[in-house]
């Protein structure tokens, strides 16, 4: 185990106002991984301890893991003692060599003043995010294994525990395999544990309310916030511009955070619809087919909280981000800046790019037909490969003609290069505005010319045997390298141009050190002549060179 934060003083109550982290495997990979889920193994709990009224030492642990990330906020820790608290990390992984990374966030407040010492604390949600309709079961850790008079029940969040009139009541779960399930791996402690359920109510933020005793109204021990469905948002992980602007023909990513999803192919699926559409009847709209095969990897189980969709859009409009788990129905699914729950606003297209003109007629363009799974990395570059060593004549003006971009949008990040066969390779980037013209579409439309159309007469006077698609990763950081000229032979006349003007500089250099040794021995000579040993001069012979 592993200290991140140590609270500073003592108390007898810990309010955890947010706490979130990101661990990430250090090992390779496969090491530290689980099978088929996008969650490593590992534990983040709060210590205790302290010293009881009968000057015996107070030790205890309470996981907060399993409310991170989900429907529960701010959650309390009750100690029975003035007790100082400790967030831990624990790498449970069996495999020694597993090695993880975490980094953590981590507010809270204490109460130093008398609390009911008997206040359960939440450790556990399952699932970890609660949707309306759904059952959920609630995971509590009390203070003591006499817990048979307590209750646990929920409140509107604007409502206080003892005076609400709206109560939704839990079901404490007797069942011994239920129980089994959530507090068998505290072993000889399970009977400080206890499982409560219920069945979600309708979507909106609720306080978590813990009873002691038949007499006590109760007291706030955390927030319950319950989704429309699952997953319960989306977030842009990249391919915005300005301000959270989206535009047609520029991989988007969308994030979606949820629980037991299923990445494997034709499991979950994802699409856009019109806006004035619904999600169960609506066709995939904006030129975007409907995704069957979501990513970063094939993962599915309820640790597989994460899936990523990329795609371009390739119409401007308005529109919904639908999203069906497998065995389930088409949602609407909120975008992260809709939350708190229950908003129906979804994000739409703004600007759009222009269609693509000719630099030279202004004629309108033809656009890349729309891909079913977006580029298959997030930043790329096209691999260019010729049909010769040489690269032809106005070349640059050549590909505007084709690509419909004027030429200060063509980009080549590294130098020419060549195979191993001899053929000349360019890398190349396209940078549009987003006003002129829409990157990652150009750069489609020459992959499709050259897989679908290769016999087109402008492709064929690009000379090109080869396009392929590649990750920028790995690629020569980018230096400003364009192709200087538009003529063919590049490598090969700067090439020769560098070997001639390093031999001129070193038959330069030789001429003048040979210059100088010859003076310094023509500058000896001139003053031993017609001088006697005796003459006094002011000449005095300088101190010999070596020259070995």
């Not at 399993?66 to 790498?91: C, H, K, Q, W």
């Not at 072993?187 to 400080?192: L, N, R, S």
């Amino acid at each position: 185990s592993k200290s991140l934060v140590k609270v500073r003083g003592k108390a007898q109550t810990l309010l955890v106002e947010c706490l979130a982290f990101e661990v990430t495997s250090m090992s390779a990979k496969g090491v530290c991984e689980i099978p088929h889920q996008t969650m490593l193994p590992f534990r983040v709990y709060i210590k205790a301890k302290g010293v009881r009224a009968s000057n015996a030492p107070y030790n205890d642990e309470f996981d907060v893991k399993d409310v991170v990330g989900g429907s529960i906020n701010r959650i309390t820790v009750t100690a029975p003692v003035d007790a100082e608290y400790e967030l831990m990390f624990a790498n449970t992984n069996t495999n020694p060599d597993c090695l993880m990374n975490v980094r953590a966030i981590f507010t809270h407040s204490t109460d130093t003043s008398a609390t009911d010492s008997k206040l359960p604390s939440i450790v556990n949600l399952d699932p970890r995010t609660a949707f309306e309709g759904s059952p959920t079961n609630l995971v509590i850790k009390h203070s003591s294994n006499d817990h048979n008079d307590e209750s646990i029940f929920l409140v509107p969040v604007e409502d206080e525990c003892g005076s609400s009139r709206s109560r939704t009541e839990l079901k404490a779960v007797t069942d011994s395999e239920s129980l089994e399930t959530y507090t068998g791996q505290y072993g000889p402690m399970a009977e400080f544990y206890s499982v409560w359920s219920t069945r979600n109510p309708r979507t909106d933020n609720y306080k978590i309310c813990g009873s002691t005793s038949q007499n006590d109204n109760g007291n706030e021990i955390g927030l319950l916030t319950v989704f429309g469905g699952n997953p319960m948002y989306f977030e842009i992980a990249a391919g915005s511009g300005e301000q959270g602007k989206i535009y047609t023909s520029t991989p988007l990513t969308l994030r979606f955070h949820g629980y037991d999803l299923d990445t494997r192919p034709y499991k979950d699926m994802a699409k856009l619809v019109d806006e004035t559409s619904t999600c169960d009847t609506g066709t995939p709209a904006g030129g975007v087919p409907m995704a069957t095969d979501l990513g970063p990897t094939d993962s599915y189980g309820p640790n597989t909280i994460i899936t990523e969709w990329t795609f371009s859009i390739i119409n401007d409009g308005g529109y919904k981000v639908c999203y069906k788990r497998f065995g389930s129905s088409w949602i609407d699914v909120p975008s992260l800046d809709d939350l708190p729950p229950g908003a129906v606003k979804v994000p739409t297209t703004t600007t759009i790019a222009p269609i693509p003109t000719n630099p030279r007629s202004k004629n309108s363009c033809p656009r890349a037909q729309p891909r079913s799974q977006g580029p298959k990395y997030t930043n790329t570059y096209l691999k260019l490969t010729f049909k010769q060593k040489d690269i032809p004549s106005f070349f640059r003006a050549l590909l505007g003609e084709v690509l419909c971009v004027p030429s200060s949008a063509i980009v080549f990040p590294i130098p020419v290069d060549t195979t191993s066969t001899g053929l000349g390779v360019l890398y190349l980037d396209i940078e549009c505005d987003g006003k002129a013209c829409g990157s990652q579409d150009r750069k489609d439309y020459l992959l499709e010319l050259a897989t679908n159309d290769p016999n087109n007469a402008e492709y064929l006077n690009l000379q090109l045997a080869l396009v392929e698609e590649v990750s920028t990763n790995g690629i020569i950081t980018r230096n400003d390298h364009h192709l200087k000229g538009e003529d063919g032979g590049v490598a090969k006349k700067k090439g020769f141009f560098f070997v001639v003007g390093c031999f001129t500089l070193i038959v330069i250099a030789g001429i003048v050190v040979y210059g100088m040794l010859q003076f310094r021995k023509n500058q000896h000579h001139f003053i031993q002549f017609g001088i006697d040993d005796d003459d006094d001069v002011d000449i005095q012979e300088p101190p010999r060179v070596s020259t070995a």
